[in-house]
RNA sequence: GUGGAUGUAGCUCAGUAGGUUAGAGCGUCAGAUUGUGGUUCUGAAAGUCGCCGGUUCGAGUCCGGUCUUCCACCCCA
């Protein structure tokens, strides 16, 4: 080993118990988006740059993995060109390839593209990786998993609405408890309005975002650096700070805003859905909160963010309506709402807050021993037999001191073991030994999976 | 991208004002037990002390750079 091996910054290897989780939540969460209706569909894990550049902001073109292109680059370019400083202009030169950056913009662009072949309203989902150039931390990954379902061609709130009970099906079944915000962010437009402030519509909501963070007077401060004067966050203050249920938030917003602008619009779409909400058996506790604003730029209506209520990291799941995605892509007039869990952190919520299941983990069920050649093919014919009955079972593969082939066993968690040595293969016998009791039984060797049915159940 | 911390065996960590052969626990492997694991006992292997360079008679220890991981900001799943 002369240079140890290592992974690139950011990524991480999945062991065989970690994958038995993390398979754990993907599965849980694909059983949900099949059950709602939604069908899958993969794109591939790089994009043409031009598809990616400029749909996440600046700050989202920065983090952009660019792919260098093949062949002879630097001699395509011009002569002075190749010396210039600017890394960013070169870069623009000579990758035309980009890894994608979120399933929702590459979605867009499969939508476009194969408009022909989809029926619409299109309900689709997609579990892949994505890539960021992030600086990773905790819960921050540089490639990592998201599981999105969206749908595409469909103005009804009532997607939005199953998207909330969605959210709340999955974190149940994985039994963790969050809290689903929800804004819109034509209320936000509209409270921008209120005080005037149309052009300062970022810079206020990504300060108000940080309300429960950094609290109010940080909020404003943050707010008059952005640009924002002192009268219209005096104005904001009563607004941002407004408590209670949502439906008294929802009446203390209506009385706000005039018909003109877009918050009276934005407070009927989240009337509306906190009233369907209510009719739907959704567990976990939803918040309409007003400094909600996450989210992409390309959100118009409905945002979502899901939380952990006990472990602290971040959003595990966010999503929005968003009015004129594939608009970019050269097909107007296609409304969109959708939600992307993020498996990675989900996992990490699991690991500190309420575990996995102990099941997700059993793969082998029984393990025959190996005493050599012409036992080994005794138990041919009986693995043929348990697996035809859907029971994971294997032979080791060695004929080794059954002291080792017992250790294997026993770390691999299997729970029985099955010996036939040279007494049983005469006897047509088997010995069964339960590896968490210890104890063991000889029976015959047509009825072992009858007796695995039995003892398996137990 | 900005600022700060970290890095010693597979893992968790010791390592005293720079001084000779760098330690422990857990794990791994072998044996006690030639057809029986998880307990016990005995023994062994395992580290260019993240990497590169500098200061010094001498560096795991001091200095510089670099990479990793972590924390804050930014942004986000």
Same mark, same amino acid.
């Given at each position: ?15 065989? $118990? ?89 979605? *867009? ?24 150039? $992030? ?32 959210? $709340? ?19 936000? *437009?509209?409270?921008?309005? +209120? ?27 943050? +707010? ?5 004067? @002192?009268? *219209? ?147 041919? @014919? ?26 294997? *066993? ?49």
């Amino acid at each position: 080993m002369s240079q140890k091996p290592s992974v690139p910054k950011g990524t991480r290897d999945f062991l065989p $118990d970690e994958m038995a989780r993390r398979n754990h939540i993907f599965d849980t969460i694909r059983g949900v988006f099949d059950l709602y209706g939604y069908v899958p569909v993969e794109t591939p894990a790089m994009e043409n740059l031009s598809s990616l550049l400029g749909k996440y902001g600046d700050e989202g073109d920065k983090l952009l993995f660019r792919i260098l292109n093949s062949g002879d680059f630097m001699g395509k370019l011009p002569e002075d060109e190749r010396g210039s400083g600017d890394s960013n202009r070169l870069a623009n030169m000579i990758c035309d390839r980009g890894l994608r950056y979120d399933l929702t913009v590459p979605f *867009a662009r499969f939508v476009v593209q194969h408009r022909n072949e989809l029926t619409f309203p299109f309900k689709r989902y997609q579990i892949q990786p994505v890539w960021r150039a $992030d600086r990773p931390q905790k819960g921050r990954y540089r490639e990592f998993y998201q599981c999105d379902a969206d749908v595409i061609g469909s103005n009804s709130l009532l997607n939005e609405a199953e998207h909330a009970r969605i959210i $709340d099906d999955v974190f149940v079944r994985l039994g963790i408890k969050v809290i689903i915000r929800l804004n819109n962010r034509k209320i936000l *437009a509209g409270i921008a309005g +209120m005080i005037g402030q149309h052009d300062k519509l970022i810079a206020m909501t990504v300060a108000m975002d940080k309300l429960d963070k950094i609290g109010l007077d940080a909020v404003c401060n943050e +707010m008059l650096e952005g640009g924002i004067p @002192p009268e *219209a966050i005096s104005k904001l203050k009563p607004v941002i700070g407004m408590t209670g249920s949502n439906s008294d938030k929802l009446d203390a917003l209506s009385s706000l805003f005039d018909e003109k602008g877009p918050g009276l619009e934005g407070t009927r779409e989240m009337k509306e859905l906190l009233d369907m909400l209510a009719l739907l058996e959704i567990k976990n506790r939803v918040d309409f909160d007003l400094a909600l604003a996450r989210g992409l730029n390309y959100y118009t209506g409905t945002i979502f963010e899901v939380k952990a209520s006990d472990v602290e990291i971040g959003s595990i799941c966010g999503g929005g309506r968003y009015d004129d995605l594939t608009g970019v892509f050269g097909l107007g007039g296609l409304s969109g709402v959708g939600i992307s869990f993020g498996a990675d952190r989900i996992y990490d919520v699991m690991l500190q807050s309420v575990g996995f299941p102990e099941t997700v983990v059993a793969s082998t069920r029984l393990m025959f021993a190996n005493f050599g050649q012409k036992e080994a093919e005794a138990c041919l @014919p009986l693995l043929e037999k348990l697996r035809k009955s859907g029971i994971s079972t294997e032979l080791y593969p060695d004929k080794v001191k059954i002291k080792k082939q017992m250790q294997y *066993a026993n770390n691999r968690n299997i729970p029985f073991v099955a010996l036939i040595g040279e007494k049983e293969v005469r006897e047509k016998t088997v010995t069964v030994k339960n590896m968490k009791t210890g104890s063991q039984e000889t029976i015959s060797q047509d009825a072992i999976t009858n007796y695995l049915i039995t003892k398996m159940v137990k």
